[in-house]
């Protein structure tokens, strides 16, 4: 049996290992096959997956690091290693290598996931919201993206969009304990708001004052950064200019027609009461519609301002 025979076979059980959930087994057997040959990516991967998997972060982010070095144009190998900088709460480092890695694999669930929990930790909401946005728009069940999105909303303030998270991944997993907190918090964070309103207005706080009176200056992004970043403006103003054209065909075809449909139904004799009844019911679900498409517009409108400010940071 050949030497290269033997470390395919010892790899082969490495990979057994790992699908039998034996982590830490993998784990050596992968080092041995590294010893016989350091430079096998296979192996750096099937290790750094194995030491993730057994919640080892720094030994998967060196042997991620080092399959990257390998493979250098790999997307996947990015992101992954974006995923475990989160794990490690390395929330910059993380930002930075999701977005190489998304410059490779735009349509990665996992890539604009993980760089929406690195920019939340970031405080960079707005960046968030539309990484989360990107992921539900890709995968339309990923109910952890709904609760990750809901999430960012309290934490803007905007309890209601957090509201509408929650509740959407309820209807996914009913059940699911991270949701049904969510909603909780946000009802709680909705009263409260309501409760602390004062109709004769209300004073500036000594610490919002200071907020205030720092200079604002342009936040510096480096050149993936601002590819990313011009992406997302450019996606933003393609949705509001369609969200617009579409209200305004609304507007034009089906409020208009049933409006003029209720008004004959109320001028019309004999059966009117079931005409005006099916005239009222559809004139209903069209303003239904409209309002719901006016919501997605302010929505957007809401996150391109957001985006904007989040442009510029205080300097201290």
Request: charged residues 30%.
């Amino acid at each position: 049996m050949t030497e290269a025979t033997q470390i395919d076979l010892l790899e082969k059980q490495a990979r057994s290992k790992y699908k039998h959930k034996e982590y830490a087994d993998a784990i050596t057997l992968y080092q041995q096959v590294l010893q016989e040959e350091e430079s096998r990516s296979s192996a750096h991967i099937g290790l750094a997956s194995a030491a993730f998997s057994n919640k080892d972060y720094e030994l998967a982010a060196t042997h991620f690091e080092r399959a990257i070095q390998l493979n250098p144009s790999n997307g996947k190998l990015l992101i992954n290693l974006g995923a475990i900088y989160n794990k490690l709460e390395r929330y910059q480092d993380a930002a930075g290598i999701l977005r190489k890695g998304l410059l490779r694999e735009r349509k990665s669930v996992e890539g604009h996931f993980n760089i929406g929990y690195a920019n939340r930790h970031l405080k960079q909401f707005a960046l968030a919201v539309s990484s989360y946005r990107d992921a539900i728009n890709l995968d339309p069940e990923f109910v952890d993206a709904y609760v990750n999105l809901g999430e960012v909303y309290i934490e803007m303030g905007n309890f209601q969009q957090a509201l509408v998270q929650f509740n959407k991944a309820v209807e996914l997993k009913p059940d699911y304990p991270r949701a049904l907190r969510g909603i909780d918090a946000a009802k709680a964070a909705v009263d409260s708001s309501r409760n602390a309103f004062s109709p004769f207005g209300r004073l500036v706080t000594d610490d919002q004052l200071a907020v205030n009176q720092q200079e604002e200056s342009t936040r510096d992004l480096d050149e993936p950064e601002r590819v990313v970043d011009r992406q997302k403006v450019y996606d933003l103003g393609r949705e509001l200019e369609g969200l617009t054209t579409e209200l305004i065909r609304m507007m034009q075809d089906q409020l208009e027609e049933k409006v003029t449909h209720l008004h004959k139904a109320v001028l019309q004799e004999g059966d009117a009461p079931t005409e005006l009844y099916s005239a009222h019911l559809k004139y209903k679900e069209a303003m239904k519609r409209f309002r719901e498409t006016q919501e997605k517009l302010k929505t957007k409108s809401d996150e391109l301002r957001q985006h904007e400010s989040e442009l510029k940071s205080p300097q201290v």
